[in-house]
Nanobody, 114 residues
Framework: QVQLVESGGGSVHPGGSLRLSCAASGFPFSRYVMSWFRRAPGRERVLVANVIPSNTTTYLLDSVKGRFTAFRDNDKNTLYLQMNNLRPEDTAVYYC???????WGQGTQVTVSS
């Protein structure tokens, strides 16, 4: 069974950090491009980052550049999103995605507020 399970969300103050994880199972993770998306309240879901199998980030949303890092560990079948210097506008549900086949995780909530 193909599955993506996110974890690591939570509530932090502005300037704080979180690391999201996406545990993949049921498919050869190391062969697939993986992505992070987010959906802020009342807004459409947007692409945050793409990471190709070689662990190169081929896309990063402009508003998170210099603050977020997306990377993967193919040995652990896990995709990560390290989020530093968080801002209130980063508040959203974050989703892990495998573009090929349109596989989505259930999402994890990130809330940034003072």
């Amino acid at each position: 069974q193909v599955q993506l399970v996110e974890s690591g969300g939570g509530s932090v103050h502005p300037g704080g950090s979180l690391r999201l994880s996406c545990a993949a199972s049921g498919f050869p993770f190391s062969r697939y491009v993986m992505s992070w998306f987010r959906r802020a309240p009342g807004r459409e879901r947007v692409l945050v980052a793409n990471v190709i199998p070689s662990n190169t980030t081929t896309y990063l949303l402009d508003s998170v550049k210099g603050r977020f890092t997306a990377f993967r560990d193919n040995d652990k079948n896990t995709l990560y999103l390290q989020m530093n210097n968080l801002r209130p506008e980063d508040t959203a549900v974050y989703y892990c995605n495998r573009p090929s086949g349109g596989i989505w995780g259930q999402g994890t909530q990130v809330t940034v507020s003072s």
